[in-house]
């Protein structure tokens, strides 16, 4: 079992920048790949980022490539997510997610354990 909590998200100007953190519980952290999903309202959970568990890959959706990072840091089961250069269409409830593989996947259902989610808001 591991239980999720993510943290970090805000109100910030278009152009600006914000980091995400989700703290995992449990000894194993680093056997899982972590993910990043988004879904702002009225629209389905979408891939975001993913990284497998000692960080050696990482993986982005095409809209974020370039402007968000993923990382973790397993000594401190936690994983990241850079967001530069954001935009308003980046607006949305981001949750960071665990996969019980060594292996990617973009597919929210993939995923076996979820956080609560954190809002993240771009004004123009």
């Known amino acids: 079992q591991v239980q999720l909590v993510a943290s970090g998200g805000g109100l910030v100007q278009a152009g600006g920048s914000l980091r ?11 056997s899982y790949t972590m993910g990043w999903f988004r879904q702002a309202p009225g629209k389905e959970r979408v891939f975001v980022a993913a990284i497998t568990g000692r ?5 982005y959706a095409d809209s974020v490539n370039d402007r968000f990072t993923i990382s973790r840091d397993n000594a401190k089961n ?3 997510l850079q967001m530069n250069s954001l935009k308003p269409e980046d ?6 997610a665990a ?3 060594k292996f990617y996947d973009s597919s929210w259902y993939a995923y ?3 956080g609560q989610g954190t809002q993240v808001t771009v004004s123009s």
């Open 99 to 101: 996969r019980s593989s």
């Open 112 to 114: 076996d354990y979820w």
């Open 55 to 59: 960080g050696s890959s990482t993986y």
């Open 91 to 96: 607006t949305a409830v981001y949750y960071c």
């Open 78 to 80: 936690t994983v990241y």
């Open 20 to 30: 995400l953190s989700c703290a995992a519980s449990g000894r194993t952290f680093s």
